[in-house]
């Protein structure tokens, strides 16, 4: 079975960007199941798309291990951003997708997250302010990736804060993770 075409776009009366000043991370490694959009194609009928929607859908809540959640990171008022950029040559394009946010500050958790982030494998989550979409990098087989960089500006009112942002590669813009997002650990 394809996908079946349908019409899309259209006007919003109040079309709103942005994204809610919350980023949800967990390590890849802690997940027993890591759920991704259905398929263009599959041996397993059940696995393959038949609408847009569900091919950038993830409509199963991903299983923790033991005692593993969804961590928060506070970020700056209207600092975030996402970027879904096109890579690869004809025939084999995937999206990277790229997202940034400000962390606000210079202590010590801000400092020693940033040098402990720069290798680790994750698993992000955040939210779109005006649709309330909640966006996923990293997928089941390839997980995102962050970098950190940290700037202390010379004047009184400039920025003091760390600049992070998180890339992944995949097959569509970041998906939409539709479950809710866990952050209490499960004994």
């Not at 997980?143 to 003091?160: M, R």
Request: hydrophobic share 40%; glycine share 8%.
């Amino acid at each position: 079975m394809a996908v079946a075409l349908e019409d899309i776009g259209g006007e919003s009366a109040e079309p709103v960007s942005g994204l809610v000043g919350k980023v949800y991370y967990a390590l890849h490694s802690d997940f027993e199941t890591i759920n991704d959009p259905k398929k263009l194609g599959d041996p397993v009928p059940a696995n393959v798309a038949t609408t847009f929607a569900e091919l950038v859908e993830i409509a199963t809540a991903h299983a923790f291990k033991t005692g593993k959640k969804f961590f928060q990171i506070e970020t700056v008022t209207e600092t975030g951003s996402i970027k879904s950029t096109p890579i690869g040559e004809t025939g084999r394009i995937l999206y990277q997708n790229e997202l940034a946010v400000e962390v606000a500050g210079s202590d010590a958790e801000i400092l020693g997250f940033c040098r402990w982030i720069k290798n680790q494998k994750l698993i992000i989550l955040f939210e779109e302010f005006g649709n309330g979409n909640v966006r996923q990098l990293g997928s089941s087989r390839l997980p995102a990736l962050a970098k950190a960089e940290h700037n202390i500006e010379p004047t009184v009112e400039g920025k003091s804060g760390a600049t992070i942002t998180f890339t992944d590669k995949n097959f569509s813009p970041a998906p939409i993770y539709k479950e809710d997002i866990q952050l209490v650990a499960e004994a």
